[in-house]
């Protein structure tokens, strides 16, 4: 079976006036229909650019490689038309903030009609029944179509953006920290929303946050990314709750209570901060900040190793308990 997305050994590099600056390095990630995978890591890590590369929306002149399978298309090899077409009926990305975006002089009915109106054949009463129809399936009386932005809340607000996201019936969603600026109380319902739409309509989601609490919450399978690579993932389950990877384990410590906001700046507990992607430390880019490094950790770059029998994968010399794997593709391994 296809899967609906296949990541393989993706890398971005962004060039800048700094120098080269790689902030994915070989990222291999499955989705299917009606899964929900969380990717986790402190702020630098690449998950918004990981995000960003899925859809091509990176900006000119980055340098990507790799494969991104969307339903076994490419979307790197795509034309802009096929592009164009993905990014509306195939998948649609929610961001941190996305909230801000809406147009403030437009009613929120016409704005999530107009994609419809946009990109499907129908009359403009039935793209508008379609969007009184999201309102109602995030939680909003159908009234509210006739309100402006600025008349919401933050979480009302949030729920269009969702509603917006599925206003094309996607197969896929990308939601980065898209609940982060909400209070907990409020993150938790639109949360429990989308957990649901996903399960409900048969989406694939993936979900990014810096929070592990949150996405342990909400995605069946989490990934963690230090330094632009996957450094362990598996169950979410025995992810959050025994870590293999030290920095998987750190921030699940970091983030013991979902949502809790004094632990949103910075993970408690975890010394540092992530590398410059600039300048990324030899061996295990994780080994300078590790509270249980290996001698050998300083140059020995491991690869993905199979811990848990093979259901879940982790970056570390510690979890491979064997000699050290070169890194490198690890394509056709399913994870
Ligand atoms: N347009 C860009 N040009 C150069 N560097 C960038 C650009 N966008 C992001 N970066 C760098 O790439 C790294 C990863 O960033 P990002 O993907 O936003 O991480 P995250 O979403 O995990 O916080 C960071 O070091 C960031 O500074
Ligand atoms: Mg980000």
Redesign the pocket.
Known sequence: MVALLDVCDLAVT?H?TRGD?P??RGVDLTLDVGETLGIA??????????ALALLRLL?AG?TVTGQVLLDGDDVLAMSWGQLRAVRWAGSSIVFQGAMHALNPVHRIGRQIAEPILLHEEVTEAQAHQRAADLLTQVGLPTWRAASYPHELSGGQRQRVMIAMALACSPRLIIA?EATTALDVMIQAQVLDLIAGLVAERGIGLLM?S?DLSVLSSTCARLAV?YA?RVVEVGPARSVFTSPAHPYAGALAAAFPTIGDPNSRGRPRGLGGDPP??AAIPSGCPFHPRCPVVLPECSTADVGLWPVDGGDRHAACVRAAGAPPLSSGSRCGTGQ
């Open positions: 962004y800048g600056v902030a994915v890591g402190e702020s630098g890590c690449g998950k918004s650019t990981l900006p980055t980065d990014i810096h990314m632009g410059d992607p």
